[in-house]
């Protein structure tokens, strides 16, 4: 089982040396980027939309007027952009 085998790793790093124990905290930077990149290479492209949201909010605060409506935008885009976005974000 899972919870056996993370137990025994636990167990092991308990009872190293203090020195041990600090070296093996360490972040390997360099390590987990390079393993956070790989995966995400692997992601489907569904998941592109999540890094255009920064931007897509970004857009969309520039683009509103102060009086709360939206510029240079036709409504219908707009109307189905808020739907989709989180009504908190857009407030922001």
Known sequence: MVEQGVFQIYRLFADMPPTSQSFMLELQRDSHIEYLANGLRELGSSF???????????FLRQMKQPNGGFR??????VASILYILDENLVVQ
């Open 48 to 58: 592109c939309v999540l890094d255009a949201i920064d931007g897509l909010y970004s």
């Open 72 to 77: 240079d935008i036709p409504a219908c885009q």
